[in-house]
Protein backbone atom coordinates (compact mmCIF):
# COMPACT_ATOMS: atom_id res chain seq x y z
CA UNK A 1 0.00 0.00 0.00
CA UNK A 2 1.76 3.24 -0.72
CA UNK A 3 2.51 5.68 2.14
CA UNK A 4 0.37 8.98 2.54
CA UNK A 5 2.16 12.38 3.02
CA UNK A 6 0.72 15.16 4.83
CA UNK A 7 1.67 18.08 2.79
CA UNK A 8 0.74 20.71 5.82
CA UNK A 9 3.09 18.47 7.97
CA UNK A 10 5.64 17.15 5.57
CA UNK A 11 5.84 13.42 6.80
CA UNK A 12 3.97 10.30 6.07
CA UNK A 13 0.64 9.84 7.35
CA UNK A 14 1.75 6.25 9.17
CA UNK A 15 3.91 8.27 11.36
CA UNK A 16 1.31 10.38 12.81
CA UNK A 17 1.49 9.25 16.48
CA UNK A 18 -1.80 7.31 17.55
CA UNK A 19 -4.26 10.04 19.40
CA UNK A 20 -5.69 8.57 22.94
CA UNK A 21 -8.64 7.42 23.44
CA UNK A 22 -9.52 10.13 25.94
CA UNK A 23 -8.51 12.79 23.77
CA UNK A 24 -10.76 11.01 20.52
CA UNK A 25 -13.98 10.75 23.70
CA UNK A 26 -14.33 8.01 25.62
CA UNK A 27 -17.82 6.38 27.05
CA UNK A 28 -17.65 8.98 29.99
CA UNK A 29 -17.54 12.17 27.06
CA UNK A 30 -20.54 10.08 25.19
CA UNK A 31 -22.53 9.78 28.14
CA UNK A 32 -22.37 12.55 29.42
CA UNK A 33 -23.01 14.56 26.44
CA UNK A 34 -26.19 12.46 25.68
CA UNK A 35 -27.27 12.90 29.36
CA UNK A 36 -27.22 16.81 29.23
CA UNK A 37 -29.05 16.83 25.97
CA UNK A 38 -31.85 14.18 27.01
CA UNK A 39 -32.47 14.59 30.71
CA UNK A 40 -33.44 18.24 30.94
CA UNK A 41 -35.91 17.38 27.98
CA UNK A 42 -37.36 14.60 29.72
CA UNK A 43 -37.60 16.01 33.22
CA UNK A 44 -39.78 19.32 31.96
CA UNK A 45 -41.98 17.31 29.54
CA UNK A 46 -42.81 14.38 32.15
CA UNK A 47 -43.30 17.05 34.97
CA UNK A 48 -45.38 19.15 32.99
CA UNK A 49 -46.89 17.20 30.51
CA UNK A 50 -45.03 16.77 27.42
CA UNK A 51 -45.76 18.00 23.91
CA UNK A 52 -46.92 21.40 23.70
CA UNK A 53 -46.52 22.49 27.53
CA UNK A 54 -42.98 21.36 27.81
CA UNK A 55 -42.21 23.76 24.55
CA UNK A 56 -43.98 26.87 26.26
CA UNK A 57 -42.29 26.13 29.44
CA UNK A 58 -38.94 26.53 27.17
CA UNK A 59 -39.86 29.51 26.01
CA UNK A 60 -40.70 30.91 29.16
CA UNK A 61 -37.58 29.92 30.74
CA UNK A 62 -35.50 31.48 27.85
CA UNK A 63 -32.38 30.04 26.51
CA UNK A 64 -30.20 31.69 29.29
CA UNK A 65 -32.07 29.39 31.90
CA UNK A 66 -32.15 26.30 30.39
CA UNK A 67 -29.62 24.89 32.15
CA UNK A 68 -31.29 25.46 35.26
CA UNK A 69 -33.20 22.49 34.95
CA UNK A 70 -30.33 20.13 35.38
CA UNK A 71 -28.51 21.84 38.01
CA UNK A 72 -32.27 22.09 39.92
CA UNK A 73 -31.95 18.13 39.22
CA UNK A 74 -28.59 18.11 40.57
CA UNK A 75 -29.38 20.27 43.76
CA UNK A 76 -32.53 18.45 44.87
CA UNK A 77 -30.88 14.88 44.23
CA UNK A 78 -27.70 14.40 47.01
CA UNK A 79 -26.99 10.50 45.25
CA UNK A 80 -27.13 11.93 41.30
CA UNK A 81 -25.13 15.09 42.53
CA UNK A 82 -22.31 12.92 43.90
CA UNK A 83 -22.31 10.01 41.22
CA UNK A 84 -21.90 13.07 38.65
CA UNK A 85 -19.10 14.89 40.83
CA UNK A 86 -17.39 11.46 40.60
CA UNK A 87 -17.66 10.73 36.99
CA UNK A 88 -16.84 14.23 35.74
CA UNK A 89 -14.11 14.51 37.71
CA UNK A 90 -12.29 11.36 36.33
CA UNK A 91 -12.84 12.11 32.89
CA UNK A 92 -11.71 15.80 33.12
CA UNK A 93 -8.46 14.11 35.18
CA UNK A 94 -8.16 11.31 32.48
CA UNK A 95 -8.67 14.31 29.49
CA UNK A 96 -5.85 16.21 30.99
CA UNK A 97 -3.66 12.71 31.59
CA UNK A 98 -3.88 11.91 27.66
CA UNK A 99 -2.72 15.43 26.96
CA UNK A 100 0.81 14.49 29.01
CA UNK A 101 -0.18 16.48 32.54
CA UNK A 102 0.66 13.88 34.71
CA UNK A 103 3.83 13.32 34.97
CA UNK A 104 5.85 10.78 34.97
CA UNK A 105 8.95 9.36 36.49
CA UNK A 106 9.91 8.12 40.04
CA UNK A 107 11.65 11.36 41.36
CA UNK A 108 10.23 12.49 44.83
CA UNK A 109 8.86 15.58 43.00
CA UNK A 110 7.20 13.66 40.33
CA UNK A 111 5.35 11.59 42.86
CA UNK A 112 4.55 15.27 44.30
CA UNK A 113 3.14 16.39 41.58
CA UNK A 114 1.09 13.41 40.94
CA UNK A 115 -0.04 13.49 44.10
CA UNK A 116 -1.39 17.11 43.59
CA UNK A 117 -3.12 16.59 40.67
CA UNK A 118 -4.94 13.74 41.78
CA UNK A 119 -6.02 14.94 45.06
CA UNK A 120 -6.98 18.68 44.44
CA UNK A 121 -10.68 18.28 42.61
CA UNK A 122 -11.48 15.49 44.78
CA UNK A 123 -11.14 17.85 47.68
CA UNK A 124 -13.25 20.49 45.19
CA UNK A 125 -15.84 18.67 44.31
CA UNK A 126 -15.94 17.04 48.42
CA UNK A 127 -16.22 20.58 49.44
CA UNK A 128 -19.45 20.97 47.17
CA UNK A 129 -21.18 18.40 47.97
CA UNK A 130 -20.39 18.96 52.03
CA UNK A 131 -21.75 22.67 51.52
CA UNK A 132 -25.15 21.61 49.42
CA UNK A 133 -25.69 17.79 51.24
CA UNK A 134 -23.54 17.69 54.77
CA UNK A 135 -20.23 16.17 55.65
CA UNK A 136 -21.05 12.82 55.04
CA UNK A 137 -22.01 12.95 51.17
CA UNK A 138 -18.73 15.33 50.78
CA UNK A 139 -16.70 12.69 52.37
CA UNK A 140 -17.72 10.05 50.63
CA UNK A 141 -17.79 12.07 47.23
CA UNK A 142 -14.41 13.77 47.79
CA UNK A 143 -13.31 10.10 48.52
CA UNK A 144 -14.74 8.34 45.26
CA UNK A 145 -13.52 10.84 42.88
CA UNK A 146 -10.05 10.58 44.87
CA UNK A 147 -9.55 6.55 44.46
CA UNK A 148 -10.93 6.61 40.48
CA UNK A 149 -8.86 9.45 39.75
CA UNK A 150 -5.83 7.24 41.25
CA UNK A 151 -7.00 4.66 39.03
CA UNK A 152 -6.34 7.08 35.93
CA UNK A 153 -2.67 6.86 37.26
CA UNK A 154 -2.45 3.12 37.91
CA UNK A 155 -3.63 2.65 34.34
CA UNK A 156 -1.09 4.87 33.13
CA UNK A 157 1.74 2.62 35.14
CA UNK A 158 0.31 -0.54 34.00
CA UNK A 159 0.28 0.58 30.39
CA UNK A 160 -3.45 0.15 30.29
CA UNK A 161 -3.41 3.98 29.12
CA UNK A 162 -0.65 5.94 27.30
CA UNK A 163 -0.38 9.71 26.65
CA UNK A 164 -0.96 11.26 23.53
CA UNK A 165 1.75 10.63 21.04
CA UNK A 166 2.93 7.42 22.84
CA UNK A 167 3.17 4.40 20.51
CA UNK A 168 1.72 1.18 21.37
CA UNK A 169 5.06 -1.08 21.90
CA UNK A 170 6.71 1.63 24.30
CA UNK A 171 6.88 0.27 27.39
CA UNK A 172 4.65 2.46 30.15
CA UNK A 173 6.96 4.24 33.14
CA UNK A 174 6.02 2.31 36.48
CA UNK A 175 7.62 4.29 39.29
CA UNK A 176 10.72 2.04 40.92
CA UNK A 177 10.57 -0.87 39.10
CA UNK A 178 12.15 -1.80 36.20
CA UNK A 179 11.39 -1.05 32.81
CA UNK A 180 11.85 -4.58 31.65
CA UNK A 181 10.07 -5.60 34.85
CA UNK A 182 6.56 -4.46 34.20
CA UNK A 183 4.08 -3.28 36.38
CA UNK A 184 3.04 -6.50 39.46
CA UNK A 185 -0.06 -8.41 39.08
CA UNK A 186 -1.95 -6.43 42.44
CA UNK A 187 -1.17 -3.23 40.16
CA UNK A 188 -2.49 -4.71 37.16
CA UNK A 189 -6.07 -5.74 38.89
CA UNK A 190 -6.26 -2.90 40.80
CA UNK A 191 -6.39 -0.91 37.58
CA UNK A 192 -8.45 -3.63 36.05
CA UNK A 193 -11.14 -3.38 38.96
CA UNK A 194 -10.80 0.85 38.42
CA UNK A 195 -11.64 0.42 34.83
CA UNK A 196 -14.64 -1.71 35.84
CA UNK A 197 -16.13 0.59 38.79
CA UNK A 198 -15.44 3.92 36.25
CA UNK A 199 -17.65 2.00 33.36
CA UNK A 200 -20.68 1.19 35.58
CA UNK A 201 -20.84 4.66 37.48
CA UNK A 202 -20.65 6.19 34.18
CA UNK A 203 -22.94 4.07 31.38
CA UNK A 204 -25.01 2.55 34.26
CA UNK A 205 -25.32 4.04 37.40
CA UNK A 206 -25.26 7.66 36.27
CA UNK A 207 -27.49 7.37 33.31
CA UNK A 208 -30.17 5.60 35.41
CA UNK A 209 -30.05 8.09 38.71
CA UNK A 210 -30.10 10.89 36.21
CA UNK A 211 -33.49 9.58 34.45
CA UNK A 212 -35.07 8.30 37.86
CA UNK A 213 -34.60 12.10 38.88
CA UNK A 214 -36.14 13.25 35.81
CA UNK A 215 -39.50 11.04 36.09
CA UNK A 216 -39.84 11.41 39.74
CA UNK A 217 -42.45 14.42 39.68
CA UNK A 218 -40.78 16.59 41.37
CA UNK A 219 -40.01 19.99 39.55
CA UNK A 220 -36.54 21.28 39.04
CA UNK A 221 -36.90 24.69 40.64
CA UNK A 222 -39.03 26.63 42.83
CA UNK A 223 -42.64 25.90 43.12
CA UNK A 224 -44.46 29.27 44.49
CA UNK A 225 -47.77 30.63 45.07
CA UNK A 226 -48.75 33.78 43.31
CA UNK A 227 -51.41 36.25 42.39
CA UNK A 228 -52.63 35.58 39.17
CA UNK A 229 -54.93 38.24 36.82
CA UNK A 230 -56.72 37.03 33.73
CA UNK A 231 -58.34 39.49 33.08
CA UNK A 232 -60.27 41.30 35.74
CA UNK A 233 -60.48 38.35 38.08
CA UNK A 234 -57.10 37.24 40.82
CA UNK A 235 -56.56 34.11 41.62
CA UNK A 236 -54.15 32.32 44.13
CA UNK A 237 -52.44 29.88 41.81
CA UNK A 238 -49.11 27.51 42.04
CA UNK A 239 -46.62 28.40 39.70
CA UNK A 240 -42.99 26.61 38.85
CA UNK A 241 -41.02 29.23 38.66
CA UNK A 242 -39.47 29.99 35.30
CA UNK A 243 -38.00 33.30 35.45
CA UNK A 244 -38.26 36.66 37.31
CA UNK A 245 -39.65 39.85 36.06
CA UNK A 246 -39.30 43.12 38.03
CA UNK A 247 -41.11 42.12 41.36
CA UNK A 248 -43.35 39.25 39.22
CA UNK A 249 -42.46 35.90 38.45
CA UNK A 250 -43.15 34.06 34.89
CA UNK A 251 -43.95 30.52 35.35
CA UNK A 252 -45.89 27.37 34.58
CA UNK A 253 -49.10 27.83 36.32
CA UNK A 254 -50.61 24.27 37.87
CA UNK A 255 -53.53 25.11 38.22
CA UNK A 256 -54.59 26.10 34.05
CA UNK A 257 -51.45 24.12 32.27
CA UNK A 258 -50.31 27.40 30.81
CA UNK A 259 -47.75 30.29 31.37
CA UNK A 260 -48.76 32.98 34.05
CA UNK A 261 -47.34 36.05 35.27
CA UNK A 262 -47.35 36.07 38.97
CA UNK A 263 -47.51 38.53 41.63
CA UNK A 264 -46.94 38.79 45.18
CA UNK A 265 -45.34 34.86 45.59
CA UNK A 266 -44.35 32.88 48.02
CA UNK A 267 -42.55 30.22 48.42
CA UNK A 268 -44.20 26.38 49.14
CA UNK A 269 -42.46 23.71 50.07
CA UNK A 270 -43.24 20.59 48.50
CA UNK A 271 -41.72 20.21 45.11
CA UNK A 272 -44.05 17.30 44.36
CA UNK A 273 -45.97 18.26 40.90
CA UNK A 274 -47.15 15.17 40.36
CA UNK A 275 -47.04 10.99 41.21
CA UNK A 276 -43.24 9.16 40.27
CA UNK A 277 -43.07 7.90 36.67
CA UNK A 278 -43.12 4.20 38.49
CA UNK A 279 -46.19 4.61 40.62
CA UNK A 280 -48.61 6.29 38.05
Not at 48 to 55: D, F
Not at 93 to 113: D, E, I, M, T, Y
Amino acid sequence: MAETTDPARGRSAREEPPRSADLKGGPGHTVLLALVLAVPVTKVAYTVGGGGAARDVFVGMEPANWPDVLIGMVLTDPLLASVLAVVVSRVVFALFAARGAVPGGSGVLAALQRAALTVVNPVAVGVVDLCFFGPWWGLGTGLAAYALRKGVVVEYRTGRRRPHGHRAGRPAPTGARGANDGPSPRLRRAAALEQWVALGLTTVALPVLAFVSALDGQAWTSIVRCQVTDGTRAESNRLIELSRKGNGVVGWNLDTARLANGAGCTGEESLYVREPWWRG
